[in-house]
Nanobody
Framework: QVQLVESGGGLVQTGGSLRLSCVASGSMFGVYAMRWYRQAPGKQRELVATITRDGRQNYAESVQGRFTISRDNAENTVYLQMNSLKTEDTAVYYC???????????????WGRGTQVTVSS
């Protein structure tokens, strides 16, 4: 069973920084694309950043230049460095990854349970 576990959320003031981590573990054969999503109260879940296995990155326009996604393939871990945080970044942040559960199988999509990020003014 594949699990994604996020950590690193918390309370920070406007302009501060946080670093989120997400570790994938369990029965899996490689990790393909990894992503961070977020969901603010009363809003739809939105894609924040994506990183492919070979390191190509994409960002939502709202976080471009402030957030950096990275990964450690050896540790099956993805990070999200968040700088210059704004109150509108307040949300639950979810890790998402495409992982083949068996060799040669198509990857399935897995989600973490989320970590709360609160930015106060």
């Amino acid at each position: 069973q594949v699990q994604l576990v996020e950590s690193g959320g918390g309370l920070v003031q406007t302009g501060g920084s946080l670093r989120l981590s997400c570790v994938a573990s369990g029965s899996m054969f490689g990790v393909y694309a990894m992503r961070w999503y977020r969901q603010a109260p009363g809003k739809q879940r939105e894609l924040v950043a994506t990183i492919t296995r070979d390191g190509r990155q994409n960002y939502a326009e709202s976080v471009q230049g402030r957030f950096t996604i990275s990964r450690d393939n050896a540790e099956n871990t993805v990070y999200l460095q968040m700088n210059s945080l704004k109150t509108e970044d307040t949300a639950v942040y979810y890790c998402n990854a495409d992982i083949p559960p068996r060799t040669g199988w198509h990857p399935a999509e897995y989600w973490g349970r989320g970590t709360q990020v609160t930015v106060s003014s």
